[in-house]
């Protein structure tokens, strides 16, 4: 049998983790796997918080039991309809005859198109509560977090804030559930990655959530991914208002796409006179081996960003195109950048990636730099104006 985590008297951990799917969304790489989290209350009512997804609802339900030893299953809370949060939620009205189904109403909107249940919905607004007995649950709207129909659930007695997608992160809870249980800096990269491309689109529909939560006494956040805050809950919420806010710190990222290397040997030229100049956060990155996510997540950290193509059927690289319409996706502002390339019958690269930069409004910090095949002198010394250039942009 497995254990049960307690995260207060009445209050448990039942989520499971996944280490099968590949991809989330069918589009982010899942390296570290990653943990569909449940917290189940046991009151004089009882209280499912979301649900998971519907592979993995066998040892759910086994947990779901084992907490309840036997009581009934009261009200489902429904703070995210997305399926990873809501694929078992037609087994558990199944197995939980009787339960009431707990959202706004764009959720009870949501749940009767994508499940088609006939089940008894109680419909909460913002600022409206439900009394468990010990436990009060008090509902705030946090529309476009990253839904339209998302909501945070906190509870008044222990100050537990079960918070949805937000403050979670990609990789499997290997054992450790809190954040005082793991290696917090192992997470805190793939909670960035995740941020950055499922979030990051929505940061000012973020900003507005944590407005309505400052007022709260948050001594738990248990999110609907990642590790249970419990020792240093403002760690977390601390790094998304940071991110939010499209907040950098002084370093460059180099994104580069080659076939034969040339535009490599630029990449790597202008990384070394960056070093010169005193710059340590320099990040050269391959978009034929490192998924987009990977590079966005440290565009996202850093206020410089190079890109560099080959032409490519008189475009931009393939790789590097699929790059930059993910990153353009994002909305990310703040950011500078520069961009080189190559070419060998017929250009183009460079121009597309510079048509990308105006059409979206990002800063071109100098002219681009292209090259017929391969850098000689003077393009090398093109190169080191345009290197210099961003080193003074990044530190201004």
């Known amino acids: 049998m497995e254990k049960i985590v307690r995260i207060a008297d009445g209050i448990f951990y039942v989520g499971v983790n996944d280490r099968d799917t590949h991809l989330f969304e069918n589009i982010w790489p899942l390296p570290k796997g990653v943990s569909y989290n449940s917290y189940l209350i046991v009151d004089e009512k009882t209280a499912l918080v979301d649900t998971v997804k519907a592979a993995k609802t066998k040892d759910y339900l086994e947990k779901i039991n084992t907490a309840l030893n036997g009581r009934p299953l009261n009200y489902l809370i429904v703070n995210h309809m997305e399926p990873d949060h809501s694929g078992a939620l037609s087994q558990i009205f199944q197995a939980f005859p009787g339960l009431k189904i707990v959202g706004n109403h764009k959720t009870t909107e949501f749940i009767k198109s994508m499940y088609e249940l006939s089940a008894e919905f109680l419909e909460v607004k913002d600022g409206d509560e439900l009394n468990l007995g010990h436990y009060r649950l008090k509902f705030f709207l946090t529309p476009m977090v990253h839904w339209p129909e998302t909501m945070m659930t906190y509870e008044t007695t222990e100050k537990v804030l079960f918070s949805g997608d937000a403050f979670g992160g990609f990789g499997s809870l290997d054992g450790g559930i809190f954040d005082d249980e793991v290696d917090v800096n192992y997470y805190e990269h793939e909670i960035r990655r995740y941020y950055s491309n499922i979030v990051g689109k929505f940061g000012p529909m973020v900003q507005k959530a944590l407005q309505k939560l400052s007022s709260l006494e948050i001594r738990i956040v248990c999110s609907t991914h990642g590790p249970v805050w419990r020792t240093n809950p403002g760690r977390i919420i601390s790094a998304y208002d940071r991110w939010s806010r499209y907040e950098y710190d002084e370093g460059v990222v180099i994104a580069y796409g080659t076939m034969y290397g040339n535009t490599e040997k630029m990449a790597d030229f202008v990384a070394r006179v960056l070093s010169e100049e005193g710059l340590k956060n320099i990040r050269v990155m391959n978009t034929s081996t490192v998924h987009e996510s990977f590079i966005i997540n440290e565009i996202w950290r850093f206020k410089g960003v190079m890109l560099g193509t080959c032409t490519y059927n008189n475009g931009i690289y393939p790789p590097m195109e699929n790059l930059i319409i993910n990153l353009a996706h994002k909305g990310l502002p703040n950011r500078v950048f520069g961009v080189f390339g190559s070419y ?45 250039a961003m080193a003074r942009a990044v530190r201004h």
């Not at 060998?344 to 095949?373: A, C, H």
């Open 344 to 388: 060998g019958w017929s250009g183009g690269g460079v121009k597309g990636i510079v048509d990308y930069i105006q059409k979206n409004k990002w800063t071109l910090i100098d002219e681009p730099v292209e090259v017929q095949f391969s850098a000689k002198a003077a393009d090398y010394e093109k190169l080191r104006q345009l290197a210099l």
